[in-house]
């Protein structure tokens, strides 16, 4: 059965408190580890709050109310996400000011949100990039008698979503002024998609030019608060967007907001190596993140020399950013556990429910033995899963992790 539909580890009382996971844990499992998942939540908070910046991060990553709650707790402005039903979910799990990083589109997620809005503490921002779907909105939320705060998105060529241009943003802010259904409460941009050799210069100049922007509308008076929100930064090139917004004293006429999500969990993979990019550019910051997520998986069959065959594949872990890292293997059964260094394995293809994994020398593997894997792209893992296990130090389980993707 595919983990995205299974779940026994609620069903069957194995993820209750105090289980372990070598033990009591019905396997392939998704594993948050507590300690590097709260010195993530704090260090990020830590950063955004003395960059003079708040956080809003993308609760798309995680989908995970627990998560939610632990970074609003921690100081969190708000969560971001990327669809009505997301905002939806999030909202029932308790979140009340929600930044949709996306184009609020058709008509019945346009319902969703007004429905949500007829509770006057829900704090709720999307985006907005071309006339259509601002015609479209003005006249919805007025036929329901709903003001909707939108954000206009400004993005790149060959990007994403966006205005393509500075004209572009000028003018749909005269479209959005005419819409009295609509209020404008920002400017909004993502620079994950500028890739390169020069990639570096090219979000600074990006993040400027946001800037830029954001100044030239609040000059004309397009913007329907006195602090408009600015807004950019996914989970690799957060600390470019910050010093760019600090330089330009972003945060002494706009409230800006950082909307990283990924490194909640961190990861083995592309944002690990992304880390290492934000270490050597800020010689200031001795300590990065530590990957929280791992699954765990038995080792299902050795039929050949030197080649192992995991209960673990494309329904259980992300695969489209690299392939699952083998870490430390355990006996199942043994308590304390005691984890060995398999890193020297690797993994070389995943299929549907199946991992086919090289043993290196030296590494001798039994059927029914448990190894973990580290993961690239956390938010094509938590996907997979309707439950997480949080393990403490000694690996047992201290929370059952519900996600509502």
Known sequence: MSSAKNTAAVEKGFAHTGAN?????????????????????????????????????????????????????????????????????????GVRRVLMANQLVGTPNMALIADLLADPTFDFYCMVDHPDNVADLGAYFASR??????????GVVGGRCGCRSEQEVLDLAKAIAAQPALALTGIEG???????????????????????????????????????????SGSAWYDLIAEEFEAQNAAGRFLS???????????????????????????????GLRPALE???HVQSLPEPGFAVIALGKRDVAYDAGLPVPLLRYKAGVVPAKGDDVGACKVTAVMDQHAFMTVAPGVELRVGDIISFGTSHPCLTFDKWRVGCLVDEQLNVIEAMQTCF
């Open 21 to 93: 996971l070598v033990r009591d844990v019905s396997l392939p499992a998704l594993v948050l580890h507590r300690q590097a998942l709260e010195h993530n939540i704090r260090w990020m908070q830590d950063f955004v709050s003395n960059s003079g910046a708040e956080l809003a991060p993308h609760g798309k990553t995680s989908m995970t109310p627990a998560l939610f709650r632990r970074q609003l707790d921690a100081g969190a402005w708000g969560i971001t996400l990327a669809s009505a039903t997301q905002t939806r979910a999030a909202y029932a799990h």
């Open 145 to 154: 008698g709903v003001r909707l705060n939108v954000m206009i998105e400004y």
């Open 190 to 232: 993502y620079e994950g998609v500028i890739h390169g050799d020069h990639a570096v210069s090219g979000i600074r100049a990006f993040a400027g030019s946001l800037v830029r922007l954001a100044v030239q509308l609040q000059d004309s008076g397009a913007f329907a608060i006195a602090k408009p929100i600015i807004s950019a």
């Open 257 to 287: 907001v950082l909307r990283p999500g990924s490194y909640v969990a961190h990861d083995h993979g592309i944002y690990k190596e992304a880390q290492c990019c934000v270490l050597d550019r800020r010689s200031d910051l001795h300590e």
């Open 295 to 297: 699954v765990w998986a």
